[in-house]
């Protein structure tokens, strides 16, 4: 089963939003309501902003929300800021874990 | 707080075998509630699951790709649980993180880079 597929980069400028999205199949995303989502600065571990599709851990700006259609997970970002500047990975379960290719944010 | 801390050499020659520990504190390994897992990030790659164990030592799930070489267990003596990779070749290099789970990775260690050359 290959990697859950993301848009290489999106950019966005302060204050606005953008979406990142995560495309598997019938298997993994389309058949499990647990898809998360991590952000990864340079040379930090990857940090959980979203588990459960749409579920946000204590801690996380309100400004990271994540829903599903089918096969595609996405995870959006509103109120753009500098700090969000960094990779995102999706992430399947389907008996085993999936990650995503990876989306580099960038704030204009 | 939990905190997770991995260890390990820096460099393994090829097919030799790779071996990482991930201790743990602020919580104990042997919480039933959670598994403990391993990821690892190639240069210039993204992220891949390695594979996983429960509390118990006695549930290891395993990346189908690399099932044949991993092996994952639990020392709960000493709060910690650890991973073996064997017949490494320069396609193991890679930044490893250890990671506490329960249907996603909600805690990682900083990461330790693993080298493998002669």
């Known amino acids: 089963q290959s990697a859950l597929t993301q848009p290489a980069s999106v950019s966005g400028s302060p204050g606005q939003s953008i979406t990142i999205s995560c495309t598997g199949t019938s298997s993994d995303i389309g058949n499990y309501n647990l898809v998360s989502w991590y952000q990864q600065h340079p040379g930090k571990a990857p940090k959980l902003m979203i588990y459960?599709?749409?579920k946000r851990p204590s801690g996380v700006s309100n400004r990271f929300s994540g829903s599903k259609s089918g096969n595609t997970a996405s995870l959006a970002i509103s109120g753009l800021q500098a700090e969000d500047e960094a990779d995102y990975y999706c992430c399947s379960y389907a008996s085993s874990y999936f990650f995503g290719t990876g989306t580099k944010v960038t704030v204009l | 707080q939990l905190q997770l801390q991995e260890s390990g050499p820096g460099l393994v020659k090829p097919s030799e075998t790779l071996s990482l520990t991930c201790t743990v504190s602020g919580d104990s390994v042997s919480s039933s509630s959670y598994y403990w897992g391993w990821i690892r990030r190639p240069p210039e790659k993204g992220l891949e699951w390695i594979g996983s164990v429960f509390y118990s030592g006695t549930t290891t799930y395993y990346n189908p790709s690399l099932k044949s070489r991993v092996t994952i267990s639990v020392d709960t003596s000493k709060n910690q649980f650890s991973l073996k990779l064997s017949s490494v070749t320069a396609a193991d290099t890679a930044v490893y993180y250890c990671a506490r789970e329960l249907m996603s990775f909600q805690h990682w260690g900083q990461g330790t880079l693993v080298t493998v050359s002669s």
């Open positions: 459960e599709v749409y």
